[in-house]
């Protein structure tokens, strides 16, 4: 979504809001955040005294400190209810959860949050996946995680949403170099330079990654680039920034039980992802009176994805179809662009002090998907070695077209009460167009459009107490790849096949969530909070069994749900910081249905299972804790330690929670990070993950194992079923330096 609401000028002018020059600079700042992006466009926001959610905010000094390579690592280790499951076994390409929504890189994975840059919705046109590898981490000023279905950030906002602010050279002057290396053969090597001159300010980083892969056969090397230039007065704000990556990363698919002894080893390869980014950004906001102001912004993103997966035939018979395996090869070439337009007034209302703001926005994508596929034979280490030529598939184009427009108002009822009423009405058209000619069946085009509203109060009788409650919903049109592969009986391999299938109904979610933030002392913060997401018709994938884990269909199930509860509590203790994260997260479905999952011990002579209202959602923790522990010996040095526990899962096509295999046992992790300085502007700074080196998963799949012969070599005949893990990355450890200047 290129733009949506923005928040409220009488906290921007406020003088604890305003702590840039510009008010509307007040996001791009590394001190902490005081106004919060109550829509996606940048330099807007409500102050958090008057935001109905639970929301949570990081800047640029929270990443620092703890040095993750990538933005996925430090979202595992830090915000509450959020969990990773590594189903590709590459870094740079863990799925994110929140609540039980995901965020992920990966087609076949229902998508339930929007995630945003610098206002503009990341959220790929085909697939609506997130590629985490493409946002560099060294650009980030701030992140902030806005739970519930709000409207104002438009389709996917089921669960929440996600807005990455970037920095500025008002606010990062000077410039720094690091370079780092350690375990799994990782070398990193990271540039920042900022400055500003009069009016004009310019900011650039980026970064190289190599790494060989704690498995075998994962390297990834990430190459990425950022770089703004903007010009502000006391009035306007004008950001230009243009984003560059250039990623290939190899994965490792999850591996059956009995492989386990050795979770180093692939159980098929190769399976590589190259990840192609330009992504120019610009927008920008003037206050036409002391009381209007105008934003707006206009983005282009050129993105492609080649991606070349082994597979074994599910079908394979020594006599009728002796062919093991399959090399598929894909691309999607893909052009996205939008715009939009917002007018914030502030005013009166009933002699209360009000503010309004309404807006529209339009987001267009078009994409090329080609696919094909050759044959293929295993080698003794499951090397997957073509044994044809190439033949083509696939050959269709998708188009989407996004509209949205919308209000919020603010009302301050008194000096302790605020209500807060938005909404948004979107309309999505996906069509579909087969280019080869052979499937003319996948030519269609679908629309789907709401009108969502949301409604929400704060009570502020102190100012070491805020209470909320809210109510919002949300809409997730289906994508181009759920619309193409919905038949039950075709079941298409992600992303290496489309057919021509029924049409899918558009997801509406429900969100009501109640909640209390404070403090007990000037250093001890807390935050509880209870909620309840519904979603109308939601939309699955559906593993099809077999040995190819990404095999399947994408089916409305019905209703389902997200519940839980969150507490926070962090304080202070001269140099010693410490916290505590608790989320619990209890996500049903809550219609029967019958689902195709031959691999499961309880499925009947039809590989079917039954699906109860209140079986639980696979891949999801009902607990997860977070601690963090720092000690800063002032500006000279700083230690740190993360502890991150979550509980068991249910296993992909264990939808029914019967399955003999049981669940995928909960874990606990810890992780350090330290830095010192050695002189002035030089420091050398070291991480360590897993310091306990525990063997763990979080994330399964059941499916058939066709590795049973000898020294695990292919047996198509003696196939087995078994339930497969992804692995945690074992102990690691990096050492770097450091040098910045001013």
């Known amino acids: 979504m290129a733009i949506a609401v923005g928040g409220v000028i009488a906290s921007l002018l406020a003088p604890h809001a305003a702590a840039a020059d ?45 040095r993750q390579t990538n933005i996925g690592d430090y979202l595992e280790q830090n915000p509450t209810s959020v969990t990773i499951n590594s189903a590709q076994g590459n870094p740079f390409q863990s799925d994110v959860n929140f609540r039980g929504f995901a965020a992920s890189p990966v087609l076949g994975t229902p998508q339930g949050l929007s995630v945003f840059q610098d206002g503009v919705r990341i959220n790929e ?30 389709l996917n906002t089921l669960g929440g949403a996600l807005a990455v602010y970037t920095k500025s050279g008002s606010y990062y002057p000077g410039g720094s170099i690091e370079a780092y290396a350690g375990s799994f053969g990782r070398k990193g090597v990271e540039f920042e330079f900022g400055g500003k001159r009069d009016k004009l300010d310019y900011f650039f980083t980026g970064n190289f990654v190599d790494d060989h892969g704690w498995a075998e056969h994962n390297p990834s090397r990430v190459k990425q680039f950022f770089g703004k230039m903007g010009w502000q007065d006391e009035k306007t704000d004008f950001d230009v920034s243009l984003t560059l990556a250039n990623n290939t990363l190899e994965g490792t698919q999850a591996l059956p039980l009995s492989f386990l002894d050795n979770i180093r080893q692939a159980y098929t390869f190769p399976d590589l992802n190259k990840n192609k980014l330009a992504f120019l950004t610009v927008k920008g906001s003037r206050f036409l009176t002391e009381d209007l102001i105008l934003g707006g912004n206009l983005y282009y993103r050129k993105y492609r994805n080649e991606n070349l997966s082994s597979n074994v035939n599910d079908d394979f018979d020594p006599v009728t179809d002796p062919v093991q395996a399959a090399n598929d090869r894909s691309a999607i070439d893909q052009d996205s662009y939008g715009l939009g337009l917002q007018l914030t007034v502030r005013g009166h209302l009933a002699r209360r002090e009000n503010r309004f703001t309404v807006g529209a926005s339009g987001d267009f994508g078009k994409a090329r998907f080609t696919q094909d596929s050759q044959q293929a034979a295993f080698t003794s280490d499951r090397a997957a070695v073509g044994t044809s030529d190439f033949v083509q598939g696939t050959d269709a184009r998708t188009r989407n077209q996004y509209y949205g427009v919308f209000f919020t108002d603010t009302l301050s009822l008194n000096a302790e ?29 679908h629309t789907f459009s709401r009108f969502n509203p949301a409604i929400g109060v704060n009570f502020k009788p102190s100012e070491r107490l805020t209470a909320y409650a809210a109510y919002n ?40 969530e109640t909640g209390l933030r404070g403090k007990l002392a000037q250093e001890i913060r807390w935050s509880a909070a209870i909620y309840r997401t519904e979603l109308s018709d939601d939309i699955q994938f559906i593993s099809s069994g077999g040995a190819a884990v990404n095999a399947g269909f994408f089916q409305n199930v019905g209703k389902t749900r997200r519940e839980g509860l969150e507490l926070a509590l962090s304080t202070k203790w001269n140099a010693l910081a410490a916290s505590a994260r608790y989320s619990y997260v209890n996500a049903t479905f809550e219609a029967p249905f019958a689902l195709n999952s031959p691999s499961n011990s309880t499925a009947d002579a039809n590989g079917a299972i039954q699906v109860r209202p209140g079986d639980r959602i696979p891949g999801i923790p009902q607990h997860s804790l977070k601690l963090r522990l720092q000690y800063d010996v002032g500006d000279q040095a700083s230690f740190g330690a993360n502890v ?99």
Do not use: H
């Open 22 to 66: 510009n008010p509307a600079e007040a996001l791009e700042t590394p001190e902490a955040v005081v106004v919060i992006g109550v829509s996606p466009l940048p330099g807007l926001g409500t102050p958090v005294r008057d935001v109905p959610a639970n929301v949570q905010v990081y800047t640029s000094k929270d990443l620092g400190q703890q």
């Open 125 to 154: 046109p085909f697939g609506d996946v997130v590629n985490w590898d493409l946002i560099p981490r060294s650009a980030i000023s701030s992140i902030q995680l806005i739970p519930g279905s709000s409207p104002a950030f438009g």
């Open 417 to 445: 009460w605020a209500l807060t009423v938005s909404g948004r009405y979107n309309r999505a058209s996906v069509k579909i167009g087969d280019l080869t000619g052979a499937a003319p069946l996948l030519n269609g085009e």
């Open 473 to 512: 919903e949300g809409m997730r049109a289906p994508t181009p790849i759920e619309l193409a592969c919905a038949d039950p009986a075709a079941p298409c391999k992600l992303p290496n096949n489309f057919l021509a299938d029924p049409a899918l109904k558009k997801v509406v979610s429900r969100t009501v």
């Open 644 to 742: 991150i526990y979550s509980s068991s899962v249910f296993a992909r096509g264990d939808e029914n929670n019967q399955d003999a295999n049981g669940r995928v046992q909960g874990y606990a992790v810890v992780n350090l990070d330290g830095r010192y300085r050695v002189a002035k502007g030089v420091e050398v700074f070291a991480r360590v993950v897993n310091l306990f080196d525990r063997r763990y998963s979080n994330f399964g799949i059941l499916g058939e194992n066709f590795f049973t012969g000898p020294g695990r070599t292919f047996d198509g005949s003696n196939a087995i079923n078994e339930q497969f893990r992804g692995p945690g990355v074992p102990r690691g450890v990096w050492v770097g330096l450091r040098y910045q200047w001013i």
